[in-house]
């Protein structure tokens, strides 16, 4: 779906807790063969939190982005928390990212946008609609969460899969004469699919005061196997939506940021034609970081000099929904 708004994104930053979790650490804990986490989601090592809280994360990567954009946080105009994972339910995890920055008596809005593992390119295409309306200047986008707390290893295959990340990026209309914008954007959702990737407790719902709350509703679920088999029916459609000719080739864009889903999920990839080498990839040691997968592997591809200004980049995923997304921008 064309859109065509102007965004440039300033500064990115990312923030990854010390403690690095190998896989042979969770083949111990979780009684599983010598190799088989590697073998079945294709993760050598994740990043872990000790005592690092979400908005903590947060406001680390946000200084770093801030800092290459050559801003200080009061010069933002909205903070937006693009993370599928919160930190508590109430406030807000947007006001705890303000508090961290020191901005706690600035007034500045700070707002979530969730979209569990597609938060960070639905927040864009909100943060472009809100500079394009000229209601904005700046905006911090951030994506940080902590999966670790919640995983249940009587599921092996998912708990090894998440790790915690943060990552960040501010963004600001683009000039006259600029190249950089979002081109396409598309999210569709498949509530068919909700139940397949889920933590029931949390909410209303199975509420810890409700009889029959089970500390199991608390961890992360999802059956892989059929999350993918339904993404394998929509995503030819869907990436034909999203720009026509993409099921087929890369046409004009120079790199994929994918959501790290999994090993399967990254080798499905394949069947659109896109060579390999155009596809980012941060899985084998930052593993699955939900919301803050596709920024923290955005701010590898800019570091490492993979995407320059002025090239084509493509952010997709799939997330819990079951909804699928993506946008095409220059950088």
């Excluded at 969770?26 to 939190?49: A, F, I, S």
């Excluded at 909700?194 to 209303?204: C, E, P, Q, V």
Aim: charged residues 20%.
């Amino acid at each position: 779906m064309e859109v065509n708004l102007p965004l440039r994104i300033i500064g990115v930053g990312r923030y990854l807790p010390s403690r690095i979790v190998t896989s042979s650490e969770l083949e111990t804990r979780c009684q599983l063969p010598t190799g088989w986490v590697e073998q079945h989601n294709g993760v050598r090592e994740r990043r872990w939190v000790t005592d690092e809280t979400s908005s903590f994360m947060a406001a680390e990567a946000a200084r770093e982005a801030l800092e290459e954009a050559g801003l200080e946080p009061s010069d933002l105009n909205l903070i937006i928390n693009a993370s599928g994972t919160g930190e508590q339910a109430i406030p807000d995890t947007g006001a705890l990212i303000q508090r961290q920055l020191g901005l706690g008596g600035s007034g500045i809005p700070a707002m979530t946008v969730h979209n569990t593992c597609l938060s960070f390119i639905t927040a864009m295409d909100v943060a472009a609609n809100y500079l394009n309306s000229g209601r904005y200047r700046y905006i911090l986008i951030v994506s940080s969460d902590i999966s670790s707390c919640g995983i249940n290893l009587k599921e092996p295959e998912s708990a090894s899969l998440v790790g915690d990340a943060a990552a960040a990026v501010v963004v600001t209309r683009s000039g006259e004469g600029e190249s950089a914008g979002i081109h396409h954007a598309h999210l569709k959702t498949y509530s068919d699919g909700a139940y397949l990737t889920s933590i029931m407790g949390g909410g209303s719902g199975r509420h810890p005061a409700k009889q029959g709350h089970k500390p199991e509703d608390d961890l992360f679920h999802m059956d892989g196997f059929a999350v993918l088999r339904m993404v394998r029916g929509i995503d030819e459609v869907f990436l034909e939506e999203l720009y026509s000719g993409l099921s087929k080739s890369l046409l004009d864009i120079d790199l994929v940021v994918p959501h790290q889903a999994s090993k399967i999920g990254m080798l499905m990839l394949r069947r659109f034609g896109w060579p390999e080498t155009s596809v980012m990839q941060t899985l084998q040691w930052l593993g699955n970081c939900v919301a803050a997968s596709i920024p923290a592997t955005l701010y590898q591809a800019v570091r490492d000099k993979r995407l320059l200004r002025g090239q084509k980049v493509l952010l997709v995923g799939t997330g819990a929904g079951l909804s699928i997304g993506g946008l095409v921008m220059t950088y």
